[in-house]
């Protein structure tokens, strides 16, 4: 079992309640297709503050340049490979990165020729 497949058979604890992330549905996301979400804790069980999601990302497909206005997002790569892009320029993504992304900063994620599976946690800024 490698490492991604150890977080998707894990459990979320929160207020002493325990979720099997494996019962927890993979989602299309709305806007690219081959990119899959599944959503393991969200801003209505954190006061808005947090929001985690394992990302799966088919081989050779690209969550597209977006922004999110109101979070900044940790990546934390978990399996497969792939590149970020940012206005900096390209991240390489292998397990063990992780990265942090500014508040409404534009940014793409590309997986390599085996896919790509990280974790997203979003981080709410009050201005």
Same mark, same amino acid.
């Given at each position: 079992?490698?490492?991604?497949?150890?977080?998707?058979?894990?459990? /979320?604890?929160?207020?002493?309640?325990?979720?099997?992330?494996?019962?927890?549905?993979?989602?299309?996301?709305?806007?690219?297709?081959? /990119?899959?979400?599944?959503? /393991?804790?969200?801003?209505?069980?954190?006061?808005?503050?947090?929001?985690?999601?394992? =990302?799966?990302?088919?081989?050779? #497909?690209?969550?597209?340049?977006?922004?999110?206005?109101?979070?900044?997002?940790?990546?934390? =790569?978990?399996?497969?490979?792939? =590149?970020?892009?940012?206005?900096?320029?390209?991240?390489?993504?292998?397990?063990?990165?992780?990265?942090?992304?500014? #508040?409404?900063?534009?940014?793409?994620?590309?997986?390599?020729?085996?896919?790509?599976?990280?974790?997203?946690?979003?981080?709410? =800024? #009050?201005?």
């Amino acid at each position: 079992m490698d490492l991604f497949e150890m977080f998707d058979a894990g459990a /979320v604890m929160l207020a002493g309640k325990r979720t099997e992330i494996s019962r927890l549905a993979w989602n299309p996301h709305k806007d690219f297709k081959g /990119v899959f979400l599944k959503n /393991v804790l969200s801003e209505d069980q954190t006061d808005g503050l947090l929001a985690c999601k394992l =990302v799966r990302i088919e081989p050779n #497909r690209e969550l597209g340049m977006h922004t999110h206005p109101d979070s900044m997002e940790l990546h934390e =790569v978990i399996a497969g490979g792939g =590149v970020c892009i940012t206005k900096h320029g390209e991240t390489s993504y292998i397990p063990g990165t992780i990265s942090l992304i500014a #508040r409404n900063a534009p940014h793409a994620v590309r997986a390599g020729e085996n896919g790509l599976c990280f974790f997203a946690k979003f981080v709410t =800024v #009050r201005a």
